[in-house]
Nanobody, 123 residues
Framework: QVQLVESGGGLVQAGGSLRLSCAAS????????MGWFRQAPGKERDFVAA????????FYADSVKGRFTISRDNAKNAVYLQMNSLKPEDTAVYYC????????????????WGQGTQVTVSS
């Protein structure tokens, strides 16, 4: 089992920045692909970004490319999501997830999930 706890959400004005963190505990953190997803009210949970266990080749949803950056620190069992130039449409609950070590973007492919952290972007 891997336990994931997100933090860093909050209220920010459009154009602002936030940095989300996800702390992992339990089984060995390193082999997993780590991802961020988000879910707005009344909508499905959508892929945002993911990073391989070695930290290379991060991949992003088109809607966040150039604005969000995912990174990880295996020594600290942590993954981060730096969000810049935030827009009101980025408002959602953001979830951290862990999955098998391959290119994965679908909710069903991830094995472990955090409880989520709310991000609200005001216009």
């Amino acid at each position: 089992q891997v336990q994931l706890v997100e933090s860093g959400g909050g209220l920010v004005q459009a154009g602002g920045s936030l940095r989300l963190s996800c702390a992992a505990s339990g089984r060995t953190f390193s082999p997993y692909t780590m991802g961020w997803f988000r879910q707005a009210p009344g909508k499905e949970r959508d892929f945002v970004a993911a990073i391989s266990w070695r930290g290379g080749s991060p991949f992003y949803a088109d809607s966040v490319k150039g604005r969000f950056t995912i990174s990880r620190d295996n020594a600290k069992n942590a993954v981060y999501l730096q969000m810049n130039s935030l827009k009101p449409e980025d408002t959602a609950v953001y979830y951290c997830a862990a999955g098998p070590p391959r290119y994965i973007v679908y909710v069903r492919e991830y094995d472990y999930w955090g409880q989520g952290t709310q991000v609200t972007v005001s216009s």
